[in-house]
């Protein structure tokens, strides 16, 4: 079996086949037969898990398993304790209340790498980072989530699936493990 981790970088699409004009995965030299785990929104970045091994991807994409998903979330304005309150008790999205996540405000900018397209800054409007996560992976949820409490997201990077992270490794590259254990 084969695993790999990749750092998705910005403007970059979770799957093999360009798409209008759009970088993908093709575009990074993986081995062959091996295929996304879930998928990782085109304006966001970070950690995506390849494999061929259906079994590890099952576990980690079917929501019975409510394996956690964390991210760093830049968003416009400083939230109130209120509003991540409503974040760990969840936001209805789309009809639907999300499940509750464990969320933190970040006392300082995180030390990331520099992203390929600088987020669009308004000289009135301050930006905090936060911590989330979640325990499902809906469609752009995420972003959904904070916009429903008044907090758009500017930049979004994935950091860990379960207790799989990205450690060190830069946007654009990617290296092999043995093995995952869930």
Same mark, same amino acid.
């Given at each position: 079996?084969?695993?790999?981790? @990749?750092?998705? #970088?910005?403007?970059? +699409?979770? =799957?093999?086949?360009?798409?209008?004009?759009?970088? !993908? &995965? $093709?575009?990074?030299?993986?081995?062959?037969?091996?295929?996304?785990?879930?998928?990782?929104?085109?304006?966001?970045?970070?950690?995506?898990?390849?494999?061929?091994?259906?079994?590890?991807?099952?576990?980690?994409?079917?929501?019975? @398993?409510?394996? #956690?998903?964390?991210? +760093?979330? =830049?968003?416009?304005?400083?939230?109130?304790?209120? !509003? &991540? $309150?409503?974040?760990?008790?969840?936001?209805?999205?789309?009809?639907?209340?999300?499940?509750?996540?464990?969320?933190?405000?970040?006392?300082?900018?995180?030390?990331?790498?520099?992203?390929?397209?600088?987020?669009?800054?308004?000289?009135?409007?301050?930006?905090?980072?936060?911590?989330?996560?979640?325990?499902?992976?809906?469609?752009?949820?995420?972003?959904?989530?904070?916009?429903?409490?008044?907090?758009?997201?500017?930049?979004?990077?994935?950091?860990?699936?379960?207790?799989?992270?990205?450690?060190?490794?830069?946007?654009?590259?990617?290296?092999?493990?043995?093995?995952?254990?869930?």
């Amino acid at each position: 079996m084969m695993y790999i981790l @990749f750092n998705k #970088p910005y403007a970059v +699409l979770s =799957q093999f086949m360009p798409e209008g004009g759009k970088q !993908s &995965l $093709q575009d990074f030299d993986f081995p062959k037969n091996v295929y996304p785990v879930g998928r990782l929104d085109y304006d966001s970045e970070g950690l995506l898990l390849l494999t061929d091994d259906n079994q590890i991807k099952h576990k980690l994409t079917d929501p019975k @398993f409510k394996l #956690p998903k964390t991210y +760093l979330v =830049q968003i416009e304005r400083i939230p109130s304790e209120e !509003s &991540l $309150q409503k974040l760990r008790k969840g936001v209805v999205i789309e009809g639907r209340e999300t499940r509750p996540a464990e969320v933190r405000l970040l006392e300082k900018d995180p030390d990331l790498p520099l992203r390929s397209v600088p987020i669009r800054i308004r000289k009135n409007v301050p930006t905090a980072w936060i911590e989330l996560t979640i325990r499902e992976g809906r469609n752009r949820q995420v972003r959904k989530m904070t916009a429903a409490v008044g907090h758009p997201t500017l930049r979004l990077v994935r950091l860990k699936i379960g207790d799989i992270s990205l450690d060190e490794l830069q946007p654009g590259h990617w290296k092999s493990i043995e093995k995952i254990t869930l």
